[in-house]
Every structure is written in C-alpha cells, then in structure tokens.
C-alpha cells in the first residue's frame, strides 16, 4: 500500500536522525547551583496570567516568582505525561500490529526516558518538588483499533503543546541560558516525535474510518477536544498560586480562566495540533468545549 510505503521511509529518516544526533543527556546540561530569582524563568507570554486583569495587579516581583513555579508546573507536566506515554507505547513495542514502528518505538523510550530525567532534573534542583496534577482514566476502548487511535492522538497532542512552550522558551533571550538549553534539546528530539505522531495518526485514523459510524466519529472528536481543554486547564495549577505566595489560589485559578484573554492565547497554544487534526478529517471543527 502506498501510504505504508511511505511510512516506512518516513520512520527510516527518523531513525537515522536520531542515531546521527544521539547525544548523551547526563553530560549535555550543565546546572547552577541556583537560577536568578529577579528574572523570569517562563516566557512572560506563556505565564497563565498573561494578557489578564490579574496580571495588571501583580509587582514585577510578584510575577517573577510566579514564572518560575509556573516553569516547575510545565516540567512537572511533562514528567507526569512522559511517564504515561512511555507505558503506553512500551506496552505496544513488539506486539501485533506494531511491527512496523518497533524500531522507532526503541528511540522514542529511550528519548523520552532522558527527558523525564532532565525535566525532573530541573524540578528537583531549583523547586524541591514535582507537581502532581489531576489523571485521566486511561481510555480501555472495547474497539483495540479505537484505543490505539485514541492513545497516539493524545501523545501527539501532548507533544504538540509542550512544543509550543519549547520553541518559544528557547528562542527568548531574556531566559536564563539553562532554561533555554532545556527546552531546546527538547524540541530538537520533539520535532522527529511529532513527524512520528502525525503519520500514524493520519495512518490509525484512515484505517478506523473506513467503517466507524458518524456516531463514533463524533464520539472519537468529543474525547479528544475534550482532552486538550484538560491539558490547556493544567497550566492553571492552585497549587503553583499558593507556592507563589497568592492568596486566596482557588479564587485567583477562577478568575484567570474566566478571563476573555486567555482564550486568545490558549487558542494560540493549540493552533498547529487544531489545523492538523482538521486537515486529517479527524475534526469537524476548531470549536473546542468551554468546560
Ligand atoms: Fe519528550
Ligand atoms: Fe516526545
């Protein structure tokens, strides 16, 4: 089949990319003992308090400690995805259906296993802590073709998302040089996972649509709009508000999210990953459910 042909090749290149640039994770950073309290550790642009009322109330100060517990909130993010994602992909490497991209899926563990690693890394050495935020029940799909879409769609998604952090972070020069560093290892190695992502995707998907029903293809759309308000929601954790030294944290979260702005720039997050799945046939719409 042609589209398996191509993949094929595609996962090749991939391969190959990834033998070229291995890289060895524990040497590659280097960690100050500390990093400068008076400057930000996240884009001001991708704080959760960006383009808000909020916003206006906070000293410079106050917005500088709110950055860096709202970067330990990402990192912490992304260990807690990773470790999902590895589970899930180690639970499918060398099993029936999964022969063609086992070779790939070796690169991916071992790949995502050292980012878990510089992300805790990071978490632990400059917050003492890694952020546990709410879980998803895992899908367990009656259909294995409909679970295995679902499963590549979210990781896809996942990566999708913190790729626009990544990028973002680590071409802003007013970030610390270790911050930069880490999210652009990060979205070096995330640029050959979400070439993956998208091919078997656009693969699982055109083989399930062959005979789902408008009914199931409505259902399939719901979880997984559904699942990126859940993963756009993370990025507002109470918990970074009370480390950050804000009253009242329950409170500050609902005002933040009932801020107009914040939908500009959530919209802006997820604009890549909306027009793929659209150009896939995979959404209908870039409507996204508001709770
Ligand atoms: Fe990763
Ligand atoms: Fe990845």
Redesign the pocket.
Same mark, same amino acid.
């Given at each position: 089949m042609e589209q398996d042909k191509r993949f094929v090749e595609i996962l090749q290149r991939l391969v190959d990319k990834s033998v070229d640039g291995y890289y060895n994770p524990y040497r590659e950073f280097t960690w100050p003992d500390s990093l400068p309290d008076d400057r930000m550790w996240m884009s001001e642009d991708l704080t959760s308090t960006y383009g808000t009322e909020v916003e206006a109330e906070l000293s410079p100060a106050e917005r500088c400690r709110l950055s860096r517990w709202e970067s330990i909130n990402f990192y912490s993010m992304n260990v807690e995805g &990773?470790r999902e994602?590895i589970i899930e992909v180690m639970r499918r490497i060398h099993s029936r259906g999964f022969e063609v991209p086992s070779d790939f899926f070796h690169h991916?563990i071992g %790949? %995502?296993n050292e *980012?878990m690693w510089f992300f805790a890394e990071f978490c632990l050495r400059y917050g003492g802590k890694i952020y546990s935020g709410p879980k998803l029940n895992s899908i367990g799909h009656k259909d294995p073709r409909v679970e295995n879409f679902l499963v590549f769609s979210k &990781?896809l998604l996942f %990566?999708e998302i913190?790729d626009y952090y990544n990028m973002r972070m680590a071409a802003d020069d007013t970030l610390h040089e270790t911050i930069r560093k880490v999210n652009r290892v *990060?979205h070096e190695? %995330?640029s050959? *996972? &979400?070439a993956f992502?998208r091919e078997l995707v656009g693969l699982l998907y055109s083989q399930l649509a062959v005979d789902a029903s408008a009914e199931q293809r409505r259902d399939i759309e719901e979880y997984l709009k559904r699942y990126i308000v859940f993963s756009l929601r993370s990025f507002y954790n109470p918990q970074v508000y009370r480390d950050a030294g804000i009253n009242d944290p329950l409170g500050f979260r609902e005002r933040l999210l009932a801020d107009p702005a914040r939908r500009d720039a959530e919209r802006k997050s997820v604009r890549k990953p909306m027009a793929f799945m659209l150009k896939a046939g995979i959404f209908a719409d870039d409507l996204l459910p508001t709770a």
């Open positions: &990773i994602l991916f %790949e %995502e *980012h &990781i %990566e913190v *990060h190695d %995330e050959r *996972h &979400i992502g």
